[in-house]
Structure formats: C-alpha cells, structure tokens
C-alpha cells in the first residue's frame, strides 16, 4: 500500500468524536481493500487488548465511556461507539483522521491512557479503522 505523511503541527479536540488536525498528511491506499466492521474492525479491538478490565470494557465504566467488549455483538460495539462520540455519525470518509478512535490511539497525537495503540500509520490495525471509515464506517 502507498502511504504519505508528513508532521503533525497542530491539533485540537472539536467535539462530536472528531479533532481537528492541521499539518499532518494522511493518506493510507485503501484501493482493493473493503474492510468490515464486524470481520475487520471489531478483532483490533481485542489484538490491541482494548476490550480488557479497566480499558474499554465495563458498561457506562468503561474508560471514556467507550465499551468495545468483543463479548458483544458487533452491532451492540458498534451502537457503544456511536452514542460514545468515539466516531461523529458525520464523519467526512474523505478524512478518517479527524475522529477520536483512530486518533487517540495513534502514537504522538493524543493522550490516551490506555497507550499508542497504533505506533505509526503503518499499523495494519490502524489501516483497517481507517479505509473502514473511509469507506463510510458503516454497521456492516
């Protein structure tokens, strides 16, 4: 996959699960790649340990209120995201980024206690979230 990126220089949570990035050039080739959410998305939930005690798992306790226990079903995820503003039912595909769950985990941008889930915009993990929104984060 071709890959381009360059500094981040600035950013700033705008709310609505989105944050507003300047300066850094992201652009992942998600051509040929289709992911679901239920087959794609939801197992790096789990391959990042997200889904454990004391992360995002727990309810209305889980961290930022977000609850992707993979004991649920992949729509019961998917409506936990929604209503967290984890992802803005607005997000603009044409630009994944700017949403909280591919931005928080990813090393450098924001703070999240949980880790840099996403070392750099290399991480398959981080792909598949982003050519899945970018494919319109659709409940598939």
Same mark, same amino acid.
């Given at each position: 996959m071709n890959r381009v990126f360059g500094l981040l220089l600035s950013f700033a949570?705008?709310?609505c699960g989105t944050v507003s990035i300047s300066g850094l050039k992201n652009s992942?080739?998600? @051509?040929? @790649?289709?992911?679901t959410f239920a087959a794609n998305?939801?197992?790096?939930? @789990?391959?990042?340990?997200?889904d454990t005690a004391g992360c995002h798992i727990g309810g209305a306790?889980?961290?930022?209120?977000?609850d992707l226990d993979t004991g649920l079903t992949a729509t019961e995820i998917y409506d936990n995201i929604i209503a967290s503003d984890s992802l803005d039912p607005a997000t603009d595909p044409d630009d994944p980024l700017n949403t909280v769950l591919i931005a928080k985990p990813l090393r450098g941008l924001l703070t999240h206690e949980g880790g840099d889930n996403f070392e750099d915009l290399n991480d398959p993990d981080y792909q598949?979230?982003?050519?899945w929104i970018a494919d319109g984060a659709q409940n598939n």
């Open positions: 949570i705008v709310g992942v080739d998600c @051509s040929g @790649s289709n992911p998305v939801v197992p790096v939930f @789990s391959s990042k340990s997200c306790g889980a961290a930022g209120g977000l598949q979230i982003y050519c």
